[in-house]
């Protein structure tokens, strides 16, 4: 079993659309939690991270842990085109921020 | 700042050549990382660096070296070229300690191996 599994889509939305993208991971001993956004041909930057169970919010975007079915789940309200790309979930390993294991990607096109 | 860079954009190999890719940051970031991307797979984490002089292996060691010898740079080396390792590979660095998991990319190296 993958350490991170993540449906690599693709996804297409119309504008204006909730989103919603999921992962699942295998060890409950992981602890922190992160979304990156990759536009083609770039690297990945951080949406959000999160440590425990929960929402998070930072302005259209929604982060949620639940630990008790290991899953995590980025939703984007009011997509726009701009948020065309490939999302990835990612779990940390360790307390120091040295290990991360990447999910798949799921790519993302939102039609305008 | 110009964050995290990586050198060359684009290189084609043959099969049994060596090479370095270079990537250097200029946050002062203790912790470095190299990945590889392939399609369906995401990023496989390769080699790892928590600070000058330290480096431990990843998920994907394999016909991969490294080095830090100072905070700024941590470049990447194939000994000898194989088809698969065509990939594209991101330099990443991240502040040290508890609680920082922003991690930076680099731009990417796109690698063919003929």
């Known amino acids: 079993q993958k350490e991170v599994e993540q449906d690599p889509g693709p996804l297409s939305v119309p504008e204006g659309a909730i989103v919603s993208l999921n992962c699942t991971y295998s060890?409950?001993?992981?602890?922190?939690f992160m979304w990156y956004r990759q536009y083609s041909r770039k690297g990945p930057e951080l949406l959000m991270y999160?440590?425990?169970?929960g929402n998070k919010e930072d302005g259209r975007f929604t982060a949620q842990v639940d630990k008790s079915s290991k899953y995590i789940s980025l939703f984007i309200r009011d997509s726009q085109p701009s948020d065309s790309a490939t999302y990835l979930c990612a779990v940390c390993r360790d307390n120091y921020g040295q290990n991360f294991v990447f999910g798949p990607g799921t790519r993302l096109s939102v039609l305008p | 700042n110009a964050g995290v860079t990586q050198t060359p954009k684009f290189q084609v190999l043959k099969t049994g050549q060596s090479m370095t890719l270079q990537c250097a940051q200029d946050m002062n970031h203790e912790y470095m990382s190299w990945y590889r991307q392939d399609p369906g797979m995401g990023l496989r984490l390769i080699h790892y660096s928590v600070g000058a002089g330290i480096t431990d292996q990843g998920e994907v060691p394999n016909g991969y070296n490294v080095s830090r010898s100072t905070t700024e740079d941590f470049p990447l080396r194939l000994l000898s070229a194989a088809p698969s390792q065509t990939s594209v590979y991101f330099c990443?660095?991240?502040?040290?300690?508890?609680?920082?998991?922003?991690?930076?990319f680099g731009p990417g190296t796109r690698l063919t191996v003929t």
């Open positions: 990443a660095s991240s502040y040290k300690g508890t609680g920082s998991y922003e991690q930076y």
């Open positions: 060890n409950s001993a992981f602890q922190y």
């Open positions: 999160t440590y425990s169970s």
